[in-house]
């Protein structure tokens, strides 16, 4: 089945530093990776969906300078929290969607999340 | 906007015990709906999806029907185990417009089952 992996699985830091997370699609390529914040108890909130070779789209909120994406190839995508502080500690989780359908039909694969703890 | 409302959890169950998880949903045209599943510690897993009115999505004895007209798409499952135990979430993707693609994500429900 497809697998995606994120890279590191848990990562503390201090404040003002910056953070990169790294998502895989390991046996599949992927066109379109999303990108998800999850706060304790609480929904996935979808942050940016980035497709390979151009800017990330970023949904309403999100700042763009502060949550850089980049998808530079089919297997890889980085979200890098910059300057984080502790609000921005959360759990991130990547999904990568295969080429098969569309963006309408393709189906997503998560990968197990990143979860960032900023002191 | 696309909306997903899921019952508040937790939900405690005894094994063998029957399980219904409610999700309702707000959307325009035809969304396709699904159920995923979180294990603690882990990412989201594919549980099972329907793409169109009246179809049921079924996988490791769960189901779930996509009801148009009640714009609904509950998850069922007749006999739960321990193993069971973990997150839901009801999720749909929209058929067009600006979310085209986008997956939105009800509140997720925490399952219990004991022994």
């Known amino acids: 089945g497809a697998v995606v992996s994120q890279h590191p699985s848990r990562v503390i830091c201090k404040s003002g530093t910056s953070v990169k997370i790294e998502c895989r699609s390991l046996?599949?390529?992927?066109?379109?990776m999303f990108w998800y914040r999850q706060f304790p108890k609480q929904s996935l909130m979808l942050m940016a969906t980035?497709?390979?070779?151009?800017?990330?789209?970023?949904e309403q909120g999100v700042e763009k300078d502060k949550f850089l994406i980049n998808h530079a190839s089919l297997t890889l995508s980085t979200l890098t929290v910059t300057s984080a502080h502790p609000e921005d500690s959360s759990f991130y989780i990547c999904?990568?969607?295969?080429?098969?359908?569309?963006?309408?039909?393709?189906?997503?694969?998560f990968g197990p999340g990143t979860r960032l703890l900023v002191l | 906007g696309n909306s997903v409302t899921q019952m508040e959890g937790p939900v405690t169950l005894s094994e063998e015990a029957f399980l219904t998880i409610n999700c309702t949903y707000t959307?325009?045209?035809?969304?396709?709906l699904f159920w995923y599943v979180q294990y603690p510690g882990e990412g989201l897993q594919l549980l099972l999806k329907?793409?169109?009115?009246?179809d049921k999505g079924s996988n490791k004895g769960f189901e779930a029907t996509y009801r148009k007209e009640t714009t609904s798409f509950h998850l069922e499952k007749g006999s739960v185990q321990v193993s069971d135990s973990a997150v839901y979430f009801c999720?749909?993707?929209?058929?067009?417009?600006?979310?085209?693609?986008?997956?939105?994500f009800g509140q997720g429900t925490i399952l219990t089952v004991h022994p």
């Open positions: 999904s990568a969607g295969s080429l098969a359908g569309g963006p309408g039909r393709q189906t997503q694969y």
């Open positions: 046996d599949f390529q992927a066109t379109t």
């Open positions: 980035s497709n390979e070779g151009s800017k990330a789209t970023y």
């Open positions: 959307a325009t045209g035809y969304p396709s």
């Open positions: 329907a793409t169109k009115a009246d």
């Open positions: 999720a749909l993707r929209s058929a067009g417009g600006t979310s085209y693609g986008k997956l939105t």
